[in-house]
Nanobody
Framework: VQLVESGGGLVQPGGSLRLSCAAS????????MSWYRQAPGKSRDLVAD????????NYARSVKGRFTISRDNAKNLVYLQMNSLKPEDTAVYYC?????????WGQGTQVTVSS
């Protein structure tokens, strides 16, 4: 299983970013996928998740209405569209899947929201 995130960077408050996660090594279309984030000195927390066919999504209260998770099962990609970014969204963002009862993580992509 391999998860590779991309799309992070430095953005001003109120700006937008779209993160991507390329997945391989498992039947992507059969598994729910998640995005987590970890700020310095804090725990790694769930941001959003999406079911295997994309029919159901779930968001942390802090990002609801600003972030959108989606997936493209034909391309083995999962996305996180982040709008109206705030300084408190600054963190390393990780793609995640549970495959055969094992947690797999990508290497993470840094998102910094600052003026």
């Amino acid at each position: 299983v391999q998860l590779v995130e991309s799309g992070g960077g430095l953005v001003q408050p109120g700006g937008s970013l779209r993160l991507s996660c390329a997945a391989s090594g498992f039947t992507f279309s059969s598994y729910s996928m998640s995005w987590y984030r970890q700020a310095p000195g804090k725990s790694r927390d769930l941001v959003a998740d999406i079911t295997s066919a994309g029919g159901s999504t779930n968001y942390a209260r802090s990002v609801k209405g600003r972030f959108t998770i989606s997936r493209d099962n034909a391309k083995n990609l999962v996305y996180l569209q982040m709008n109206s970014l705030k300084p408190e969204d600054t963190a390393v963002y990780y793609c995640h899947v549970v495959w055969r009862n094992v947690n797999y993580w990508g290497q993470g992509t840094q998102v910094t929201v600052s003026s």
